[in-house]
């Protein structure tokens, strides 16, 4: 089920609505609370139900990441799998065991390294069920240096493999 350009984001909105509602009355797993009439879609978009739980599965339980910042997180993904994946998922799954630990530091900023390679896995579709673009670690990052999750996932996109233009990236929007 392949949505147009101009509906995606409504069928998006119905798919988050859905599974927050069911995660509200006791789903505890995207087996649970992802329903299967949505799964078409969220496969057309790049998204895996996993990462929509994962997003109304927070949002319930600490009341982020809002419904809008679910969106343009997905945004990003939704243009990076249709323009650069050509709607072609990886295949790959990177093991969270993979990533930088979560006190490494990049130019002395903490967490930095661990999610720029977040960002990257994300942006290929490669998150293993147990990790989250977003997550609450992720969050506190995002607060502290003042950037926005969609922000930084589109900047990560954009920097390639030149990590310094993140460093910086991130160095310039802590001092605005």
């Known amino acids: 089920m392949k949505a147009t350009p101009d509906q995606w984001t ?15 009355s006791g789903a505890r797993s995207a087996d649970e609370a992802v329903p ?13 139900a996993q990462e ?15 419904y809008s910042t679910a969106l343009l997180i997905t945004s990003v993904r939704r243009d990076y799998f249709l323009h650069i994946q050509h709607g072609v998922p990886s295949g790959k799954t990177v093991p969270m065991d993979s990533l930088p630990q979560k006190n490494a530091r990049l130019d002395g900023i903490e967490w930095l390294p661990r999610l720029i390679e977040k960002a990257r ?8 069920p147990d990790l989250m673009y977003g997550c609450g670690g992720d969050r506190k990052f995002f607060r502290d240096h003042g950037v926005h999750p ?10 390639g493999e030149n990590t310094g233009r993140l460093v910086e990236y991130v160095k310039a929007a802590g001092k605005s």
């Open 52 to 66: 929509l739980f994962d997003f109304a599965d927070d949002a319930a339980k600490y009341g982020e990441p809002d």
């Open 36 to 48: 299967a009439v949505h799964l078409p879609f969220l496969a057309s978009i790049g998204c895996t």
């Open 121 to 128: 896995i994300k942006l290929r579709g490669e998150m293993e």
């Open 150 to 159: 969609a922000d930084f996932l589109r900047m990560a996109w954009a920097a």
């Open 10 to 24: 409504q069928h998006f909105q119905r798919a988050y609505e859905d599974t927050l509602a069911a995660v509200r």
